[in-house]
Structures are given as structure tokens and as C-alpha cells.
């Protein structure tokens, strides 16, 4: 919480999937002082607002990889694609852009994620195809 109340709008639109509107927006919520307020009385009353939540990597063979993942899979689920990415130091995220590396495509793959996947020139690899990246 510290470091989104201390970061500039150049660092949150640096995230994936924050822009200009998302990052204007926190700028405002932590200028108001009735929303610093409550955010102590938060942290007084015993709020832990920091993650504890910190998986271990598998491996970095995805390391610097970014993922959509889209469609139906006969023998995963997109909750355990998206940790085998995570596990293996890739990134999930949910809609195709530029900053995509891949498109993890199952069954009935989104049309729309398709034609943007392909407008913008991003690899549309197969489960298989994502497995092999795993054991390279």
C-alpha cells in the first residue's frame, strides 16, 4: 500500500494493464485525507495491507514471458495454466496487447483475442507448444 501511495503516475502506467485513467485514479484516491484516514484506522485495527502470499519459482524458463490464455483445456484448467506460468516466472495477463509475448489457446479460443492476437503479429501456440517451452 506504501508503494502505491508513494508511486508516480510514470510507474503505475508501467504496469500491465494500468493506464493513464487507472493510475489517475489512485493519484486521487491518495490525495483525498479521508482516504488516508480510513487507511490507517485500516492498519490501526490490524489490517495487513501487504501481500504475504509469495510463491516459490518453479524454474525461469518463462521468465520475462507474458500470457493470454484463452479457450478450454481437456487436462488443465486456466487457474492451473495461469500458476504454471506463475511457478515457472512468466506473467498472466487478461487481454491481448502489445506487451503479449503468447497466447496460450485451448478450445473455442475467443474470436476477438484471436484477430488481435493475429493483428498484432503474437505467436498462438497449442498447450503442446507451451509444454515444450517447460522443458526447454
Do not use: C, H, W
Request: charged share 30%; no cysteine; proline share 2%.
Amino acid at each position: 500500500m506504501d508503494a502505491l501511495f508513494e508511486a508516480p503516475m510514470e510507474a503505475l502506467t508501467e504496469v500491465d494493464e494500468i493506464g493513464e485513467r487507472i493510475a489517475g485514479s489512485l493519484i486521487s484516491f491518495f490525495a483525498d485525507g479521508s482516504n488516508l484516514q480510513l487507511i490507517d484506522r485500516l492498519k490501526n485495527a490490524g489490517l495487513s495491507l501487504e501481500s504475504e502470499d509469495r510463491k516459490e519459482s518453479i524454474s525461469d524458463s518463462l521468465d520475462g514471458e507474458t500470457f493470454v490464455i484463452s479457450g478450454k483445456f481437456a487436462d488443465y484448467s486456466r487457474d492451473e495454466l495461469k500458476e504454471i506460468v506463475e511457478f515457472n516466472g512468466g506473467k498472466n495477463v487478461s487481454s491481448v496487447s502489445t506487451k503479449t509475448s503468447y497466447v496460450l489457446a485451448g478450445e473455442n479460443m475467443g474470436p476477438e483475442k484471436y484477430k488481435k492476437a493475429e493483428a498484432l503479429k503474437i505467436p498462438i501456440i497449442s498447450i503442446n507448444e507451451f509444454l515444450d517451452m517447460l522443458n526447454k
